[in-house]
């Protein structure tokens, strides 16, 4: 089964230092999840100031800088992982890097059915 791994934590929670030493052992994780069978994709989002959020109400699109909601924590960035249930994927998630410092939220992926395929 996929599952989301989400990464949140507040911006702020690690130095320059700190954040490289994340990357490169994200890095190191994303390629022993790889070697696994494991591994489907995985990134850092941009800082929060960089999203830019599109609703549509009364048929009008209403376009605004910054994320969907204010909150302590913001959404970091993603693994998306095949792991064969709930436990496992929950043993890769505390192996998330930032996990020590902020939260990673798993979520079940839907599969639905007609979607384009990578060619």
């Known amino acids: 089964m996929k599952y989301m791994l989400l990464i949140y934590m507040n911006e702020g929670a690690m130095n320059q230092a700190e954040r490289e030493q994340c990357f490169g052992d994200s890095t190191k994780l994303c390629h022993d999840l790889a070697a696994q069978g494991k591994f489907i994709g995985a990134g ?8 830019t959020s599109v609703r549509i109400r009364n ?3 209403l376009v605004t800088s910054g994320p969907f909601a204010e909150t302590h924590e913001q959404l970091g960035g993603y693994y998306l992982i095949d792991a064969k249930d709930l436990d ?6 505390a192996r998330v890097p930032p996990v ?8 079940p992926v839907f599969e639905l059915a007609g979607l384009p395929t990578k060619t």
Do not use: D, M, N, Y
């Not at 850092?44 to 999203?51: D, E, G, S």
């Not at 496992?88 to 998630?93: K, S």
């Not at 020590?100 to 979520?107: A, D, H, N």
């Open 59 to 61: 048929g009008q699109r």
């Open 44 to 51: 850092p989002l941009h800082p929060v100031a960089t999203a």
């Open 88 to 93: 496992e994927a929950i043993a890769i998630a």
């Open 100 to 107: 020590s410092k902020g939260t990673v939220e798993i979520r």
